[in-house]
């Protein structure tokens, strides 16, 4: 039986405590925010909660095999798109009626999304055996030529998306699967476009109460299998003799010894403060940061009729506003606007006759002291641009609440408040994020700054690739 420590109780921590707890191994977990998930947090107020992460389930069956018993429910769309000239998509989980909807928005284009979805089913088929399988340094052994040709190496997501939309609206809709990894459809690798088959094949799913629920059910999960969880209880050092690790330190100077040291942390800030690595620091920041975000809740009086679970309300000129967030590193002049409305389909989420709007804009992973303008005036104008395509609030709002990079930074510990951590700028992006190995034995990473990402699967898939390293190393 070993030692295990993980720091960190997001997702991926909590599953690699569980599946090694389930070995047999004394795991215990420290968190120095007051409850465990992570990014699956929530925000409340007068009655309206907010889920601040993830607000929507993919691949569920990640979780499923975990153990997690989850109460799913599934919205009648998976999203609705509103186009800046008022035209609307929606998309829906089967695809011959998606493709139905995208004729009905540019003709004759139904045919092409279902070849651009005929894609994406081959590229995540080919990813799962290989990318997603096991760590960047242990050779899938079901690899084949045809899989790494079936992720288009060397094309980026707006590329691949060029082969098979000519409509611009088109490009809008499949750029944006570069933003579920905080990064530019013009620089991130064609390889996200596998998003679709994974919307389209198993549903994205609502968890009644704010996906929240799913941390509490891995934290019930934790204590069954005897994880030792201590919350508020910050790490400050990884020690090491260096050759391997030794232990960790907390706060309060107290040293916990440990044969295995999971770090669920942003990659950054294990090697600029854990355990100071300069070289892999430096390493990391050539990556550059992926996108950061501008968060309003909003406790908004009334229903709203026909408003989707989710929402995308799209910016006139898409090249203009990523090159905002990573060229010019500023909040985009006209956002694209990312909307979730829980109250629409969870009652528990807002008082009676009220719902609660959570509105996610993409910036720089960059302090607010230094945007041309004040959060509250980019509150301002982010409201004016909903107003203008469809969404006005004016009259209905009873609050605002900001979350901006600055909080991220704080609450996580994320460089910049980068979400993702290191961008997935060019072809190869992927393979030079930091792997699940660290540079001492008995070191590991995981969490969605290392392989194989972020969100909640992959970061699960993550916890499950490291539980087997640790089990692998062990045995050696």
Not at 88 to 107: C, K, N
Not at 252 to 280: C, F, H, K, W
Not at 360 to 375: E, G, T
Request: aromatic share 8%; proline share 7%.
């Amino acid at each position: 039986m070993a030692e295990v420590i993980v720091i960190g109780g997001g997702v991926g921590g909590m599953v690699s405590a569980l599946l090694l707890a389930g070995q047999g191994h004394r795991v215990r977990l420290y968190e120095q925010r007051s409850r465990l998930g992570g990014k699956l947090a929530e925000h409340a107020r007068d009655g309206f909660t907010f889920s601040i992460g993830p607000s929507l389930l993919t691949l569920p069956g990640v979780f499923a095999d975990l153990g997690l018993k989850l109460d799913l429910v599934e919205p009648r769309e998976l999203c609705r798109y509103r186009f800046a000239d008022g035209s609307e998509l929606a998309a829906h989980r089967d695809p011959a009626r998606m493709a139905g909807e995208v004729d009905r928005l540019s003709p004759g284009e139904g045919r092409n999304w279902l070849a651009f979805h005929e894609w994406a089913r081959t590229c995540f088929e080919a990813s799962r055996h290989t990318f997603f399988a096991g760590p960047l340094t242990r050779p899938p052994t079901r690899a084949r030529l045809s899989d790494l040709m079936a992720v288009a190496p060397g094309r980026t997501l707006d590329g691949l998306a060029r082969r098979f939309f000519t409509d611009p609206r088109l490009l809008q809709y499949a750029g944006r699967y570069a933003t579920y990894a905080g990064s530019s459809p013009y620089r991130a690798p064609a390889a996200l476009a596998c998003i679709p088959a994974i919307e389209h094949g198993q549903g994205g799913w609502y968890v009644p109460g704010g996906l929240p629920r799913v941390a509490d059910a891995l934290a019930l999960l934790l204590d069954r299998a005897g994880v030792e969880v201590a919350l508020g209880a910050e790490v400050t050092d990884v020690l090491t003799d260096g050759r391997r690790v030794q232990g960790v330190r907390l706060a309060s100077g107290q040293r916990e010894r440990a044969d295995v040291v999971i770090a669920n942390t942003d990659a950054a800030a294990l090697y600029g403060r854990l355990l100071p690595d300069r070289r892999r620091l430096r390493r990391i920041a050539a990556l550059g940061t992926s996108s950061s975000a501008f968060l309003l809740l909003a406790g908004v009086d009334g229903r709203t009729e026909g408003l989707a679970h989710h929402s995308v309300v799209f910016s006139a000129d898409y090249g203009r506003e990523f090159a905002d967030i990573f060229d010019r590193r500023r909040p985009p002049e006209d956002p694209t606007v990312y909307i979730g409305c829980s109250a629409v389909d969870d009652p528990s989420q807002a008082p009676e006759g009220a719902e609660n709007w959570v509105m996610l804009v993409n910036v720089p992973a960059r302090d607010p002291s230094r945007w041309p303008m004040s959060p509250e005036a980019y509150r301002d104008l982010v409201l004016d641009r909903l107003a203008a395509r469809g969404h006005d609030l004016s009259g209905r709002i009873r609050f605002v609440d900001l979350l901006t990079p600055a909080d991220l930074r704080e609450r996580y510990g994320a460089w910049g408040g980068a979400i993702y951590g290191g961008a997935y700028a060019g072809p190869l992006a992927p393979f030079r994020r930091p792997g699940n190995r660290g540079p001492r034995r008995g070191l590991y990473l995981v969490g969605g700054s290392a392989h194989p990402g972020g969100g909640l699967p992959l970061v699960a898939m993550g916890g499950r690739i490291v539980a087997s390293l640790v089990q692998e190393d062990l045995r050696r």
